[in-house]
DNA sequence: CGCATATCCTGACCGC
DNA sequence: TGCGGTCAGGATATGC
């Protein structure tokens, strides 16, 4: 499930593969890959052809390419979501089609084409302006910082707040902004329109950093227990993204590249009846919001306002 | 308005 | 062998 690092080692490999080269054909091979694109898959093609790929920028799990004319008049952004199952794969043309392949970019320059393939179709594309945010626009890691697309976000990411890796990050914002909430810190943290970048699986790894139950309720959070919950999300997602990065030196961009990282240095996602790393408790498995969330009994006690 | 839930989708997996 | 049920979950539409 790609969340903030792997949608950040998919930009790199975006940045370093694809970043300069000129669009010479779109295709899109499923409806639902251009559901969010309103004015439907010609008109994102159009936008799209015959442009130069300025830059690879990212926000929370938000990806996007400026897009420019060959004289570097900015353009629209292409913006790419990879959903649940979503991947970017570069890729020689006449290499065999994926099951699930859902569009494909060729490029003038005749290398390699740019696919978008996603099993389960959550994920989409769409072509669309770049338009000035409150806080500054350009969050996460971009190429260019003095661009004159860095200071903007694609319309559609406009309501989606930074991310914990973002250096514009604020932390006492973060903190203020969790305590006006009447919800428990763990819907608050899957709010990307609080802090983006955050799924199920660094939800449950920075709750259990900070030794916190899911359900403790917002409002009473201190603010050293905000600081805790974001210290505990940088240092997981800073290690998935060494541990992926160092796979994606090859001429493909996978979502997967982080893979490696779940099987060994998880803690408590995916471990119900394990021993917790720290005081040795089964993990235990909760129905939560539809889906599963996984803490440590000893180290995440369940908090006396939400007993039941 | 704030908050919670239903919904979209496909394939892996499990019990029978 | 297949069949039905369950699970995975990001973002958004809808409901209260």
Known sequence: MPELPEVEVVRRGVARWVVGR???SARFLHPRVTRRHVAGPQD????TEGLVVADAVRRGKYLWLPL?????DAADAMVVHLGMSGQLLVEAADAPPEKHLRAVWEFDDERDDLRFVDQRTFGGVAVVPLVGVADGGLGGLGESSDAPWSRCVPAPVAHIARDPLDPAFDDALFAKRLRQRTTGVKRALLDQTLVSGVGNIYADEALWRARLH???PTRSATRAQADALLTGLREVMTAALAAGGTSFDSLYVNVNGASGYFDRSLAVYGQAGRPCPRCGSPVRRDAFMNRSSFSCPGCQPVPRAAHW
């Open 22 to 24: 000129t669009v010479r």
């Open 44 to 47: 994102a093609v159009a936008r």
């Open 214 to 216: 899911y359900a403790r």
């Open 68 to 72: 420019a004319s060959a004289d570097g």
